[in-house]
């Protein structure tokens, strides 16, 4: 079993950034297809960013199609989204989870979530 952690979140306001981290744990981090995805208050969750085993296959939602960007390095077992341009209705708790394939597909069988980490942007 992975364990994950995130952290990176905080309050920004509207136009600005924030990076978030999910640092793995426990079995080799590099199995595993990696995703981000978010929840709204009074919303389910909902897919972000996903990326694959070595990173060369990137997957974004459309509504933050070029305003995010999912990354990994899998020498330091963390998986990481750059978040530009945020906008009020990115406001949400983001959890990473790890997909048991090493690629991602559209039915991810995941191993592991992590806690969740808040984004608040301001308007």
């Known amino acids: 079993q992975v364990q994950l952690v995130e952290s990176g979140g905080g309050l920004v306001q509207a136009g600005g950034s924030l990076k978030l981290s999910c640092a793995a744990s426990g079995r080799t981090f590099s199995n595993y297809a990696m995703a981000w995805f978010r929840q709204a208050p009074g919303k389910e969750r909902k897919f972000v960013a996903a990326?694959?085993?070595?990173?060369?296959?990137?997957y974004y939602a459309d509504s933050v199609k070029g305003r995010f960007t999912i990354s990994r390095d899998n020498g330091k077992n963390t998986v990481y989204l750059q978040m530009n341009s945020l906008k009020p209705e990115d406001t949400a708790v983001y959890y990473c989870?790890?997909?048991?394939?090493?690629?991602?597909?559209?039915?991810?069988?995941?191993?592991?979530w992590g806690q969740g980490t808040q984004v608040t942007v301001s308007s």
């Open positions: 990326i694959n085993y070595i990173g060369s296959n990137t």
């Open positions: 989870a790890a997909n048991r394939r090493p690629y991602w597909t559209s039915t991810p069988d995941f191993a592991s």
